[in-house]
């Protein structure tokens, strides 16, 4: 009978011992081992990637983690899902399958590591070849010496290329870009997380890029950011369920609808929108999405629009299209009909009579629109019964409010809130902010006078939004206050920011680094995540979001 989660340790410790001895082949000897446990039947790859999810959460609390989503950022929670993974394949396979077929799968690995170099030359073609063809090519090329890479980069460069289409973009000023930045590595990472075919979409891969950009050591542009640069956790619906979302529901009809005059569209748009949110959703997807919901954890998390046209190097559609909060507080089958809800409510944004006048003013009315869905976690942290960010907000690379030919231009500015806000995508509209220019640090004109009065916040008790008084979050027990609060006027300031040289110098490298590597002005939206080290304040950037600036 099949054997799980540590029943057996002796076997386990072997298994274990005999692994250390090839640091640098175990991660692949695992991958057969796990491949040979699910060939076999002893567990299936979902459960045992549920079970490894379990036995992680765990481990948390062992180790004193009260609030793990707060207090555990995306990275280190990967790192210990990896290292409990390693953990739980030896157990099951000592349990299961024993030392002799582990020694069988290390002689088999390593024959194939020997025979790897006939490998070398490309004998596919990768524009038709299915994704594990690709993904394993890619990986061979990527685990060569440098001096051995060099001879097919041409081979590693193509099948980045059509692994960039397939899951991102085929604009070709993108693709430029883009296959010099991601790595086989990356591009993985974006399908393991992709539910259903297709794309993930403009938003989506304008943030990814934007994130490996930065992440990338390149001291021709400014210091080492990758230790305070990432994103939030992140699963994608690919652009092509919504033409099985339509279909399904009989909607298709709609499709045609950007050919009708704009008084049409608004006459008809609320009748898309009633169909939508009755529209049933491919029972396939569906199960991914429990998944997705489980994966969360309990954290606030955003359903975010990523059309292929969003967020396109030449044009951005920010602001038009739906992102829909929701607060994942209620019971299970509440919060997951939230979150099926916000995929309906983005897939209806599409028919917005303002998204069609849009496309009409870039002379895209005829382009086949495609909506991909993002679901990312909120990030911020508890205060008593509320979650909110700390800071949220963005950047410009080119300060508007000083002349294009002037050098201070350059240093760009920033918008900052406190808490939750829908108006970071349109930094420059929808009423007074706060805006500080990077160049000598400080308020913007008279911008001081437009700091928030009021915060939004997620309210934990009530599963809903609030917007409450400033003075409801900056108390003197809040977490952050000494970065945020005036002691003498008791109101909301950014003057640590601004006074700040780590921050400044994190904000501008960020800035600068993405305008060159994008060769245009850009504006990039994140969450600002402020951590306590001994030494002081440091920072940690999540990237929402990346585009040129209009």
């Not at 292929?308 to 089958?333: H, I, R, W």
């Not at 679901?375 to 949220?392: C, E």
Request: with cysteine.
């Amino acid at each position: 009978m099949p054997t799980g989660p540590l029943r057996t340790i002796t076997p386990t410790i072997d298994i274990y011992i005999k692994l250390a001895q090839y640091p640098i082949l175990c991660d692949r000897i695992r991958l057969r081992m796990r491949e040979e446990l699910f060939r076999r039947g002893i567990i299936s790859k979902n459960d045992f990637e549920q079970e490894v999810k379990d036995l992680a959460i765990e481990s948390q609390r062992r180790e004193g983690l009260n609030n793990p989503t707060v207090q555990e950022d995306e990275a280190a929670w990967q790192r210990r899902l990896e290292t409990i993974r390693d953990l739980h394949t030896d157990n099951y396979f000592a349990n299961n399958l024993g030392i002799t077929l582990l020694e069988q799968l290390i002689n088999e690995v390593l024959n194939n590591q020997d025979k790897a170099p006939k490998a070398i030359e490309l004998t596919f073609n990768p524009e038709i070849a299915p994704w594990a063809m690709l993904f394993e090519q890619g990986e061979i090329y990527d685990a060569l010496p440098p001096p051995e890479q060099e001879k097919v980069k041409h081979h590693l460069e193509e099948i980045k290329v059509v692994l960039i289409k397939r899951l991102l973009s085929d604009q070709l000023a993108f693709i430029r870009v883009a296959k010099h930045i991601f790595s086989i590595k990356d591009l993985n990472w974006i399908y393991e997380r992709l539910i259903g075919g297709g794309k993930i979409g403009g938003k989506s891969g304008g943030m990814l890029l934007a994130w490996h950009i930065l992440e990338r050591p390149n001291h021709d542009i400014g210091p080492d950011l990758s230790n305070h640069v990432t994103i939030p956790d992140t699963y994608f619906i690919g652009s092509e369920i919504i033409y099985e979302f339509l279909l399904q529901n009989k909607m298709e009809r709609f499709v045609n609808q950007k050919y009708l005059s704009v008084a049409e569209m608004r006459v008809q748009y609320p009748e898309i929108v009633q169909g939508c949110m009755a529209g049933k959703i491919p029972n396939y997807i569906v199960e991914q999405l429990r998944d997705v919901l489980n994966r969360l954890n309990g954290r606030p998390f955003v359903v975010r629009s990523s059309s292929l046209l969003e967020d396109n190097l030449d044009y951005t559609f920010a602001g038009k299209y739906a992102s829909v909060f929701c607060p994942n507080q209620g019971t299970p089958q509440e919060n997951f009909e939230a979150l099926l809800n916000g995929v309906r409510r983005v897939y209806a944004s599409i028919f917005n009579p303002e998204a069609m006048l849009e496309r009409q003013t870039h002379g895209l009315i005829d382009y086949d629109e495609r909506m991909a869905v993002m679901i990312q976690a909120l990030i911020g942290h508890q205060y008593g019964r509320y979650f909110l960010p700390t800071i949220v907000g963005s950047g410009l690379s080119q300060n508007p409010w000083i002349e294009a030919g002037d050098s201070r231009a350059k240093d760009g500015c920033l918008r900052l809130t406190l808490g939750l806000d829908k108006r970071v995508q349109r930094p420059l509209e929808d009423g007074p902010a706060c805006i500080i220019s990077l160049n000598t640090p400080d308020y913007l004109n008279d911008s001081k006078k437009f700091i928030q009065q009021t915060v939004r916040v997620v309210d934990l008790e009530e599963n809903d939004f609030k917007v409450l008084p400033i003075s409801d979050i900056l108390r003197a027990d809040y977490p952050y206050g000494r970065f945020l609060l005036d002691p003498q006027t008791q109101q909301l300031t950014y003057d640590h920011f601004i006074n700040d040289e780590k921050f400044i110098r994190l904000m501008r490298t960020a800035l600068k680094r993405l305008e060159k590597i994008y060769n245009v002005p850009i504006q990039f939206e994140f969450a600002l995540e402020i951590i306590n080290t001994p030494g002081g304040p440091d920072y940690k950037l999540y990237i929402l979001q990346c585009h040129t600036a209009q």
